[in-house]
């Protein structure tokens, strides 16, 4: 596709970037089938193709309006359009284009502003998340219904590790909200690991690793984040010897995956920062190779569906590899339609967009319990409690499952 861009523009680092991406769409449409909102809403300007139109437009000079602010910000940012694209149209890093041009010409009203100020300044900190949380689940019973669906229970299970030396290591990530959610997932990577002869060191870091400021146009924030994630974990990596930067989150991992890319032009960051992006590895990914055999897992005989997040098979490119892990120790997976979609969660959107988020959460939870599953896995602590949330059965990781099921 050829564009035009405006002069103040297309010399940019964006604007060059925009029209790298342009140039490889060729508006066949393959998209548009693969897009939730477009599935959901009919309408082409709610689909990837129509973004593209309404951002092309944009940048050639065509001022922005709240439709167009709209229909972009009505995108998951899922990625599955990247995944069926026949051409490797980047979609994802046009879109961020594209909101950034949009953002600087709609004034948004004035609780949206407050409202993502606010979860700028709580959800990427961990400390007050975490005190956030504990109050709404010590009001939990008398908040409304609504609410109270909102607020996910605490649940606690703990893990023991062997306690063994292990010359192979790890840095495994804590992530902001993870801990205060869902403080077993980690804990059950650590056995996991331990099992099959690692050592996981964990990165404690209070900042969060940037995706939220950064698909939320927060861009000083996000920046400084990675910066000072940069940093420490560099310091870690030349100091311990770390084979491997380790995500549970599939949502941290693949933002993390991307920080060579979010520096490309700082020569001062960019070959820390793909350092960072070549060390980091998904749970999933990296556990794969290795002799399963090791955990003793013992199998338990119900059907299970794996839910499979965005970012996990979209934006990391990792599609199957959990499900491998998980048929591999004997689990009973049942198939699950229409498994690219996204569920509805992807990061903030289901507090902007609540509406579609619920009904494309509906429509997820209809296909994973097609088969009678018993149970969900999933690999994103936001897909989980998102699931869980409205799901009539258990949603939980699916290495905090293998842990539970681990001989001791």
């Known amino acids: 596709m050829q564009a035009d861009l405006k002069d103040s523009i297309k010399n940019t680092s964006a604007g060059k970037e925009a029209e790298r991406i342009l140039r490889a769409c060729v508006h066949c449409g393959f998209c548009t089938a693969t897009c939730p909102t477009y599935r959901l809403l009919g309408d082409e300007l709610d689909g990837p193709r129509g973004r593209i139109y309404l951002i092309k437009s944009m940048l050639e000079g065509k001022p922005a309006t709240a439709k167009t602010l709209q229909h972009l910000d009505r995108c998951l940012t899922c990625r599955s359009c990247?995944?069926?694209?026949?051409?490797?149209?980047?979609?994802?890093?046009l879109l961020d284009v594209g909101r950034h041009y949009a953002e600087q010409q709609v004034e948004r009203?004035?609780?949206?502003?407050?409202?993502?100020?606010?979860?700028?300044r709580v959800l990427p900190y961990r400390k007050r998340f975490s005190l956030l949380l504990k109050l709404g689940r010590t009001f939990r019973p008398i908040l409304p219904a609504a609410l109270k669906k909102q607020v996910p229970v605490a649940v606690k299970t703990t893990f023991t590790i062997s306690g063994k030396q292990h010359e192979r290591k790890v840095l495994l990530l804590s992530g902001c909200v993870q801990p205060s959610l869902a403080p077993s997932i980690n804990a059950a990577t650590r056995l996991l690991l331990d099992r099959l002869g690692v050592a996981a060191?964990?990165?404690?870091?209070?900042?969060?690793?940037?995706?939220?400021?950064?698909?939320?146009?927060?861009?000083?924030?996000?920046?400084?984040?990675?910066?000072?994630?940069?940093?420490?974990?560099?310091?870690?990596?030349?100091?311990?010897?770390?084979?491997?930067?380790?995500?549970?989150?599939?949502?941290?991992?693949?933002?993390?995956?991307?920080?060579?890319?979010?520096?490309?032009?700082?020569?001062?960051?960019?070959?820390?920062?793909?350092?960072?992006?070549?060390?980091?590895?998904?749970?999933?990914?990296?556990?794969?190779?290795?002799?399963?055999?090791?955990?003793?897992?013992?199998?338990?005989?119900?059907?299970?569906?794996?839910?499979?997040?965005?970012?996990?098979?979209?934006?990391?490119?990792?599609?199957?590899?959990?499900?491998?892990?998980?048929?591999?120790?004997?689990?009973?997976?049942?198939?699950?339609?229409?498994?690219?979609?996204?569920?509805?969660?992807?990061?903030?959107?289901?507090?902007?967009?609540?509406?579609?988020?619920?009904?494309?959460?509906?429509?997820?939870?209809?296909?994973?319990?097609?088969?009678?599953?018993?149970?969900?896995?999933?690999?994103?602590?936001?897909?989980?409690?998102?699931?869980?949330?409205?799901?009539?059965?258990?949603?939980?990781?699916?290495?905090?499952?293998?842990?539970?099921?681990?001989?001791?």
């Open 82 to 93: 990247e995944t069926t694209c026949p051409s490797g149209v980047e979609y994802g890093k």
């Open 109 to 120: 009203s004035l609780f949206d502003k407050l409202f993502r100020g606010l979860l700028l």
């Open 201 to 408: 060191i964990e990165f404690d870091a209070e900042q969060c690793c940037g995706a939220l400021g950064h698909h939320l146009n927060a861009t000083g924030q996000a920046r400084d984040f990675m910066r000072a994630n940069i940093d420490a974990m560099t310091s870690i990596i030349n100091e311990q010897g770390i084979e491997a930067i380790i995500s549970t989150a599939s949502g941290c991992g693949v933002h993390l995956k991307d920080y060579g890319y979010h520096f490309r032009e700082d020569p001062e960051y960019f070959d820390k920062a793909q350092q960072v992006a070549l060390l980091t590895k998904d749970i999933a990914e990296f556990i794969q190779d290795n002799d399963l055999s090791k955990l003793e897992f013992t199998r338990a005989d119900i059907p299970i569906a794996f839910q499979s997040p965005c970012t996990l098979q979209h934006g990391q490119k990792l599609t199957g590899v959990v499900e491998d892990i998980l048929q591999r120790l004997g689990c009973r997976l049942v198939p699950v339609d229409n498994a690219y979609l996204c569920c509805g969660s992807a990061g903030v959107y289901s507090l902007l967009q609540t509406t579609i988020s619920q009904q494309v959460k509906q429509e997820k939870l209809k296909t994973l319990l097609q088969n009678d599953a018993e149970l969900i896995l999933t690999a994103n602590i936001g897909c989980l409690v998102h699931l869980d949330q409205s799901s009539p059965v258990p949603v939980r990781h699916w290495a905090e499952y293998i842990a539970s099921r681990i001989s001791d």
